[in-house]
């Protein structure tokens, strides 16, 4: 208690203008405590730095990565293997730059590329947060990646110099106040583009394809823009805002990596944050793509793949593809079945997944694994048929893919 | 070594209907609750996909959904001349294993028990007289009305969504639904299911002779519902596989797709699968239990203190916890005297089959609980006078399955197997019929539960011993519901008719329900009953002993919707009086 106050006067001491304020600003103040802890609901920090089963933020939850896995470090105050040590500024330097406490640069799976847009006053909260916790002694040894990636990276990174550029989110003026915090959300602490937007052979965002969906950890996230056939284009602000919160709507159900975002995260989010959300998402340009035409319905692939879905998939998803609102998702007119990428799909067909489980909606439906009854043929014709009935259009998904998926998730 | 474990404030013996309902209300009212349970943890998805659910073999012939007889069985008689010999394979009676309990395989079919089945000896002596019953019949008043636990009822459908058309809303008789049942304080929560084409026949049939059909009451729902708890349940597909299956669909309300998805999400809720209670343990007073000791899968042994102990296995194995834990005075027929084992009692079950040239009945269409009924011969919504017999059940056509293994159905004469039998199946696979009439089983001083003198089990526990028989009574029942039955499947035309009333005497080896009821029933007073009114032991306050235990006898209908409503009357008790006040909720 007295350290951190004398730690309080010295940065007081040392800081001008704002920073002073800030400084001045009791860091043991209720409010100031409870809006870190909602700011950390927002950025999803649990995600990465709760272990399942763990104590709450001392690390040792895994992220694959393309160049090996990372696992998310201890953030709990412990000065031996947390951040007991830092200063608030340590952790601004962190989230607005990438670079960690004696000038170690962070791997971009920590997504400061996003967090770079958060406000000072909101990364000083969620530093007032974070010092409550108890600190946890867990020693997390992050990098995990392969040679050459687990290199200690270098002061001046070139991935920096291509892919990041810091700086602390500017409103538009010519938006509503709704619309911009929405576009602080997304871009910001909610980090949406690290999953959906996609990447270049570094790892990087692709610059000008924000949310336009990528893959990741063998689930593809799919295109959050407001295109109508794979993105949210057909959705309703409404709608946006009833996924967040349950994790269901009338479209679609989360599962997966969102599945997570949603328990740990958007169901955890205020009313008007998620209306802001919606209203930035349901405002962004669409994709520019080629428009696909459905294949025929005579195309062998076609006709193999309905006498499957037929037998395995109609009695929950029904046989025009409606699907069961808050139970079996949609699949006729749905944008993650017609996605360009179908990685999810076959992911599900092969080992099965849990839908989100939240207050509002605790059905947490499951699809069984069909991978152990069905060929990949099969799996590659009933899904070919599925993007492209009941008025659906996408490529057909050709057989070794859904073998090289089996090979990587059944390992 | 027995373990002795934290103390919590409540701890539950099963994890079926019942176990679910109470620890959802208990944990509701900021009580610690761990469950603890014989067998597996059971999840739709995973443990029946709609990949292999639909496997008859696996489930309705192996049992893969069942307690094994290697690791609890009881033995049987007929009458206390027999010496009584273990049940090696389960056959009249399907004891459940697993999470979700009988709830994951039931066929779902959601009856309210009639206003005057509660009142049975007072109503039945009010209309004829004391000596009207048999001699040697034991059948007793619950304590509790129909209108007690009239909202309980209501409260356990709208958390099924179950399907129906509701016959008395208020003391106002509804068209389409049953007028004999109870008045109901509002409508069933989702339409009736679609009627196949063998009970829109027997519907038709019955309507012709004077009778008011109604759809049977479904929990294989009729359309996509969100129960109170905010949980999903999907539409019935119609496959067919309900009874002895979990369903892989979500459509079939069961602890798994209608509870415990909220219940997993309360951090006061704790569960222990695969973990066998062997004992309940009472502190030195004999009148107040401690908890329980239990056995888990390595065989160690655990206790496990507790404020309030919640018995919520099958209803056999509460009355065989009661028994080799010491609890309550053992009933004793000589004497008639003693409660623990008193009032055992079963169904009456039987068919009329069908055989016609000109109709297609598909029956591979079917669910749990489709088809129409009539109630004219249920409970005393007849005269029994003329007839020299109490008692009654509701019949109709109910299209339960088509499995391929067991639904293959010829005529009486025809050879059991060979060319000749294959012909007849091919034949009538389609164009046969089976109605039933599911009657009432009411109880007697000789039917009863003891505890074995020769047989034990893995714990050196003796078994319990079953002595069980038809009576006149019910035989006479089943062949008058029965000729009754025939006479509406008559008139749908068939070739053929065959009537299969039920005969004695009682074979342990041939299945006609689960639906065995009693041996620690409830009723007014402790000399003839082991629960008071809240299903509270009478001997040991803080025990409460739920399901068809607690049945004085057995009305002419499915229980699981009383036992539903049951629970949920006694959770209602513990919330709102026993947690106030604990100790006897009746005084005498």
């Known amino acids: 208690m007295r350290m951190r106050n004398l730690m309080t006067l010295a940065l007081a001491g040392c800081a001008i203008g704002l920073a002073a304020a800030r400084a001045a600003e009791d860091n043991q103040a209720f409010e100031k405590i409870e809006r870190g802890r909602y700011l950390?609901?927002?950025?999803?920090?649990?995600?990465?730095?709760?272990?399942?089963?763990?104590?709450?933020?001392?690390?040792?939850?895994?992220?694959?990565?393309?160049?090996?896995?990372?696992?998310?470090?201890?953030?709990?105050?412990?000065?031996?293997?947390?951040?007991?040590?830092?200063?608030?500024?340590?952790?601004?330097?962190?989230?607005?730059?990438?670079?960690?406490?004696?000038?170690?640069?962070?791997?971009?799976?920590?997504?400061?590329?996003?967090?770079?847009?958060?406000?000072?006053?909101?990364?000083?909260?969620?530093?007032?947060?974070?010092?409550?916790?108890?600190?946890?002694?867990?020693?997390?040894?992050?990098?995990?990646?392969?040679?050459?990636?687990?290199?200690?990276?270098?002061?001046?990174?070139?991935?920096?110099?291509?892919?990041?550029?810091?700086?602390?989110?500017?409103?538009?003026?010519a938006k509503s106040d709704v619309w911009n915090r929405g576009a602080y959300l997304v871009e910001g602490l909610g980090h949406c583009g690290t999953c959906h937007t996609p990447k270049n052979i570094t790892g990087g965002d692709r610059g000008g394809e924000a949310l336009q969906g990528a893959l990741l950890q063998d689930w593809y996230a799919p295109d959050l823009t407001a295109d109508p056939r794979t993105g949210i284009g057909s959705w309703s602000a409404e709608d946006i805002v009833r996924y967040l919160k349950t994790g269901a709507n009338s479209f679609d159900i989360a599962s997966g990596p969102m599945a997570e975002a949603v328990e740990n995260s958007t169901s955890r989010m205020t009313d008007a944050d998620l209306l802001a959300i919606a209203t930035y998402l349901t405002d962004r340009t669409p994709r520019i793509e080629d428009t696909a035409i459905a294949l025929a319905h005579d195309d062998t692939r076609m006709v193999a793949g309905k006498a499957i879905y037929e037998v395995r998939c109609a009695a929950c998803h029904i046989s025009s593809g409606a699907g069961v609102p808050n139970l079996f998702p949609r699949l006729a007119l749905a944008p993650l079945v017609q996605s360009t990428d179908p990685t999810s799909l076959i992911r599900v067909v092969l080992i099965g997944s849990r839908a989100a489980a939240t207050s509002a909606a605790p059905t947490a439906p499951a699809m069984p694994a069909f991978g152990w009854n069905l060929s990949d043929t099969e799996i590659a014709d009933v899904l070919t048929y599925v993007r492209n009935a009941w008025g659906n259009a996408a490529s057909a998904v050709p057989p070794t893919d859904v073998t090289t998926l089996r090979g990587r998730v059944s390992r | 070594m027995t373990r002795k474990l934290p103390a919590t404030d409540v701890v539950i013996v099963g994890l079926g209907w019942t176990g679910s309902i109470l620890a959802h209300e208990l944990t509701g009212a900021g009580l610690n609750v761990v469950a603890i349970e014989r067998g597996p943890w059971r999840d739709t998805a995973t443990d029946f996909p709609p990949a292999y659910a639909q496997d008859e073999l696996r489930y309705r012939i192996r049992h893969d959904l069942f307690l094994r007889p290697e690791q609890l069985t009881m033995t049987f008689r007929n009458n206390a001349s027999q010496t009584a010999l273990p049940i090696r394979s389960w056959g009249s009676f399907m004891p459940p294993n697993g999470v979700g309990g009988g709830g994951v395989h039931w066929n779902a079919e959601t009856w309210r028990f009639l206003p005057s089945d509660f009142e049975l000896r007072t109503h039945l002596v009010g209309r004829y007289g004391e000596k009207f019953l048999p001699e040697d019949m034991t059948i007793q008043d619950w304590g509790i009305t129909y209108d007690d636990l009239e909202p309980h009822?209501?409260?356990?459908?709208?958390?099924?969504?179950?399907?129906?058309?509701?016959?008395?809303?208020?003391?106002?008789?509804?068209?389409?639904?049953?007028?004999?049942?109870?008045?109901?304080?509002?409508?069933?929560?989702?339409?009736?299911?679609?009627?196949?084409?063998?009970?829109?026949?027997?519907?038709?049939?019955?309507?012709?002779?004077?009778?008011?059909?109604?759809?049977?009451?479904?929990?294989?729902?009729?359309?996509?519902?969100?129960?109170?708890?905010?949980?999903?349940?999907?539409?019935?597909?119609?496959?067919?596989?309900?009874?002895?299956?979990?369903?892989?669909?979500?459509?079939?309300?069961?602890?798994?797709?209608?509870?415990?998805?909220?219940?997993?999400?309360?951090?006061?809720?704790?569960?222990?699968?695969?973990?066998?209670?062997?004992?309940?343990?009472?502190?030195?007073?004999?009148?107040?239990?401690?908890?329980?000791?239990?056995?888990?899968?390595?065989?160690?042994?655990?206790?496990?203190?507790?404020?309030?102990?919640?018995?919520?296995?099958?209803?056999?194995?509460?009355?065989?916890?009661?028994?080799?834990?010491?609890?309550?005075?053992?009933?004793?027929?000589?004497?008639?005297?003693?409660?623990?084992?008193?009032?055992?009692?079963?169904?009456?079950?039987?068919?009329?089959?069908?055989?016609?040239?000109?109709?297609?009945?598909?029956?591979?269409?079917?669910?749990?609980?489709?088809?129409?009924?009539?109630?004219?011969?249920?409970?005393?919504?007849?005269?029994?006078?003329?007839?020299?017999?109490?008692?009654?059940?509701?019949?109709?056509?109910?299209?339960?399955?088509?499995?391929?293994?067991?639904?293959?159905?010829?005529?009486?004469?025809?050879?059991?197997?060979?060319?000749?039998?294959?012909?007849?199946?091919?034949?009538?696979?389609?164009?046969?019929?089976?109605?039933?009439?599911?009657?009432?089983?009411?109880?007697?001083?000789?039917?009863?539960?003891?505890?074995?003198?020769?047989?034990?089990?893995?714990?050196?526990r003796k078994l319990m011993r079953l002595t069980f028989d038809f009576h006149d009574n019910e035989l006479k029942m089943s062949t008058y519901l029965t000729d009754r039955l025939a006479e509406v499947v008559q008139k749908m035309g068939p070739r053929q008719l065959e009537k299969h009333p039920r005969r004695g005497p009682y074979d342990v080896t041939v299945y006609q329900t689960t639906h065995t009821c009693g041996g620690a029933i409830m009723g007014v007073e402790p000399k003839t009953s082991a629960l008071n009114r809240y299903l509270q032991s009478w001997d040991v306050p803080n025990l409460f002993v739920m399901g068809a235990t607690a049945f004085p006898q057995n009305p002419g209908y499915n229980p699981t919707d009383t036992v539903g409503a049951l629970a949920y009357w006694t959770a209602d008790a513990i919330v709102n009086r026993y947690l106030k006040s604990p100790g006897p909720l009746v005084q005498i």
């Open chain 1, 40 to 173: 950390v609901v927002l950025g999803d920090c649990v995600g990465c730095h709760t272990a399942p089963g763990g104590k709450l933020f001392a690390g040792g939850a895994a992220l694959e990565t393309p160049f090996g896995k990372l696992l998310g470090p201890n953030i709990t105050p412990d000065v031996a293997t947390g951040i007991g040590a830092w200063t608030e500024s340590d952790l601004w330097r962190a989230m607005h730059e990438g670079i960690g406490r004696d000038g170690v640069r962070l791997y971009p799976a920590m997504p400061y590329p996003s967090y770079t847009k958060v406000t000072r006053e909101d990364v000083s909260a969620i530093w007032a947060y974070l010092r409550t916790l108890e600190p946890v002694r867990n020693e997390v040894q992050p990098n995990q990646l392969r040679f050459p990636f687990n290199v200690r990276r270098p002061a001046t990174s070139t991935w920096d110099l291509i892919n990041f550029k810091p700086g602390v989110f500017q409103s538009d003026p």
């Open chain 2, 153 to 460: 009822y209501d409260k356990f459908e709208y958390l099924c969504g179950t399907s129906g058309k509701a016959g008395n809303i208020r003391g106002l008789i509804q068209a389409g639904g049953n007028p004999f049942e109870g008045a109901r304080s509002r409508e069933y929560p989702t339409p009736p299911q679609k009627q196949p084409y063998g009970p829109t026949l027997f519907a038709q049939a019955a309507q012709g002779m004077g009778y008011k059909p109604f759809p049977q009451p479904s929990g294989n729902l009729s359309q996509p519902y969100t129960n109170p708890l905010g949980v999903t349940i999907g539409p019935c597909t119609y496959c067919g596989f309900c009874e002895w299956f979990g369903c892989g669909n979500y459509s079939k309300a069961s602890p798994q797709t209608t509870i415990l998805p909220a219940l997993i999400r309360r951090p006061n809720f704790e569960a222990r699968t695969q973990c066998e209670v062997s004992k309940i343990n009472l502190d030195k007073s004999g009148k107040r239990a401690s908890g329980v000791t239990y056995v888990d899968s390595s065989g160690n042994e655990w206790e496990q203190p507790a404020d309030l102990v919640l018995l919520c296995a099958f209803q056999l194995f509460n009355v065989q916890l009661l028994l080799t834990s010491g609890i309550g005075k053992p009933y004793d027929p000589r004497a008639g005297e003693g409660v623990i084992g008193r009032n055992y009692s079963y169904q009456v079950t039987s068919s009329v089959g069908a055989f016609f040239d000109d109709k297609i009945f598909n029956p591979f269409i079917a669910s749990g609980s489709i088809g129409m009924c009539i109630d004219e011969f249920n409970g005393d919504n007849f005269d029994h006078g003329p007839h020299g017999f109490v008692g009654g059940g509701y019949m109709g056509a109910v299209q339960t399955n088509g499995r391929p293994i067991q639904t293959a159905r010829t005529p009486r004469a025809t050879p059991r197997w060979g060319a000749e039998w294959k012909k007849a199946v091919a034949k009538s696979y389609l164009s046969s019929y089976e109605s039933v009439t599911h009657g009432s089983c009411y109880s007697y001083r000789d039917v009863h539960l003891d505890l074995d003198p020769t047989y034990t089990d893995r714990f050196g």
